[in-house]
């Protein structure tokens, strides 16, 4: 009897060590679970913060595309003034407004894309004539004339600025 007893004693000690082994081994997929799990929860954090601050960053984006033209305009409308109208006091007052409108703008973030005299860049400009125009782009081309100014936010291009390079 004692015999008997000393081997189910075995077989239990066997029996639990495999239980024991296969416990830990479902801890140890259960623990890697977890790990995955709570790692794609904290990018899914990261990446909810950054799409938060991007869409801050750019809300703005639709009215200032709607202002730009205006601000445009009022600009273009200086080029065409004649001698007589320089002499008049309303002169000074719009350019006094095109003056705030830039402020507000830059307040804003928007910058204006500088061309003249700069080389043409085809991720900020759109060669409207000229050898970059169609499918022939040549880096050392230079912007000969702006026809229409370009705009970013924030570092994003809104508006290429057309240009005529030679």
Known sequence: M????KIKKQENKKAITA???QGKQEFNE?????KRALADYQNLLKQSAQDKQDFVKYANEGLILEMIPVYDNLKMS???VNEEAKTNGWLEGVKHVIKQFKSVLESMGVEEIKTKGEKFDHNTMEAIDGPSAGSGHSKGDKVKTEVKPGYKL??????????IVG
């Open 30 to 34: 259960l623990d890697g679970k977890y």
């Open 2 to 5: 004692n015999e008997e007893k």
């Open 154 to 163: 924030r570092g994003k291009v809104i508006i290429p600025a057309k240009v």
């Open 78 to 80: 200086l080029a065409h």
């Open 19 to 21: 239980k024991a082994g």
